[in-house]
């Protein structure tokens, strides 16, 4: 499995960016994480192979969108409202085990993109 994140940027706050995760391979879990200076790689959302199912960090409910299109085999990420907060790199990653999208941890992911720098000014 390889994944390709891109549509990272310099935003200003309030701005909208959306960031895509072209993926080959056979996925059941596609979900995007983040990672600031200094910090640990945390969750920000999870969605399920079919798209059914999607799960949010609480930092990033609502204003945060995951979907996927499956004819192309990308996974996206539409960020609303970006806050100076949201500033990280993001990665895309893959699970494969069977498993709900609930399970946040890094560890539950089996594949990883190379990240894509976002960065909100205020």
């Known amino acids: 499995v390889q994944l390709q994140a891109s549509g990272g940027g310099l935003v200003q706050a309030g701005d909208s960016l959306r960031l895509s995760c072209a993926i080959s391979g056979r996925t059941l879990r596609t979900g995007w994480f983040r990672q600031a200076p200094g910090k640990e790689r945390e969750f920000v959302a999870a969605i399920s192979w079919d798209g059914v199912y999607t799960y949010y960090a609480n930092p990033v409910k609502g204003r945060f969108t995951i979907s996927r299109d499956n004819a192309q085999n990308t996974v996206y990420l539409q960020m609303n409202s970006l806050k100076p907060e949201d500033t990280a790199v993001y990665y895309c990653?893959?699970?494969?085990?069977?498993?709900?999208?609930?399970?946040?941890?890094?560890?539950?992911?089996?594949?990883w993109g190379q990240g894509t720098q976002v960065t909100v000014s205020s």
């Open positions: 990653a893959v699970g494969q085990s069977v498993v709900g999208i609930t399970r946040t941890a890094a560890t539950e992911y089996d594949y």
